[in-house]
């Protein structure tokens, strides 16, 4: 594009130099054709006519060459103006795909994939803590409930050897009672 604007413009100037130059011979000539007269100079009518008629062909050609390349300049403008839009489109296309492709959405926030990934390491981690300690506090009621258990049992063992003696030692008494309550009946009787 912009080749084409600067072979235009280097036509153009070059056309224009090239007229100038003939304007120029041709003022010149038309000049020395011209009878003095003191300080005037007349110049032929036929002469100034046809001076002028280079002069507008001349200005027809400079306005033509002008106006051609202010249309190639517009519509070089415009195809500018578009590619710089498609350009913009493209961009903001390219940025949208790019924060995609570093974020995600949670729950409806959108979080950096590296930010994403610490939360659920630090949220495994807490988790995984947790479960020690629940396992750790699991296995400490198991041994706490399997002492009481024993101190249960043990103590229940002895309660049923106390209640076995106890029972041994009223039965001893009950009969060691009726012996003498017999003794007794006996000594009464005879």
Known sequence: MRTTILV?????L????AQAQTLDEQFQGMKKKAYSYKEYKNIKETDLNEFWKVVQDSLKTK????????????????????LNSTITTQK??????EFDTQHISVLGMDMGKESYKMFNMVSIIALLFLLGVLFYQFKSSQKIAVSKKKDYDKLSEEFEEYKRNALEKQMKLR????????????????
């Open 92 to 97: 903001a296309t390219i940025d949208e795909k």
């Open 175 to 190: 009969r060691e009672l009726q012996t003498e309550r017999n003794r007794i009946d006996d000594i009464r009787s005879a």
């Open 8 to 12: 235009l413009s280097a036509l153009v």
């Open 63 to 82: 306005d033509q060459a002008y106006a051609t390349a202010q249309g190639t300049i517009t519509a070089q403008n415009q195809k500018i103006n578009e």
């Open 14 to 17: 070059f056309a224009l130099g």
